[in-house]
């Protein structure tokens, strides 16, 4: 069997990253210089095949000048006119339609999938533990609507019912976070599967070398400064 080195690269670089939790050190810079440089590459390719289809291909080659595709690259060409202080303003133009074109898809998608989902009552007739679960979804989401209710003071029943939705924000927050944090975890076993099999544990034992080496240095820096 060859050996596989696209794997060993892989688990090095993972290794070189966990270095951080030892103490700052090159290979983790390196490996971090490694991946933002991939991922500024990888950017930079899918961008400009972005442009060689929806720009070079309907413009130069389809020959579509009266088509909405060149005002979408003038807005796009305006966001290079930052370089120049005096049509600096032109910018604003593509940033504002950016923004709230984002923001609108984003604010849709997030009441009709967080909102108005949860509280349609059509699936309260639901069976046994589904309908439980129903239930405390919609007074969960109901009741932390209730709390970025800035209208009134919240005191009295308004103030228990306030309380009760901020306990079921930290409550969804909280399972949010260890969801993602659960992930971490589980990508972090499967590197650990991969490094105790062929050929990652001939990259743990080259670590390891390197760490012990890292430490013997660092002691007799800290004796000589003593």
Partial sequence: MSFDWGTALEMALVLMAWSLLYRENIFYRIAENLVIGWFMAFSFVVGMD????????PLFVQGRWLSPVIIVTILGLFYWVRLYKKTAWLARWPISLMAGTGTAVAVKGTIMAQIVRLVTMRDFAASGLASINNIVVFVFTATGLLYFLFTREHIGTLGKITRFGLYALIIGFGWTVGTYTMSLVSMSIGHMRVLMG???IYVVAVALVVLLIGIIYDQKKAKSKA
């Fill in 198 to 200: 062929d050929p990652g």
């Fill in 50 to 57: 972005l442009l060689r289809k929806s720009v070079y291909t």
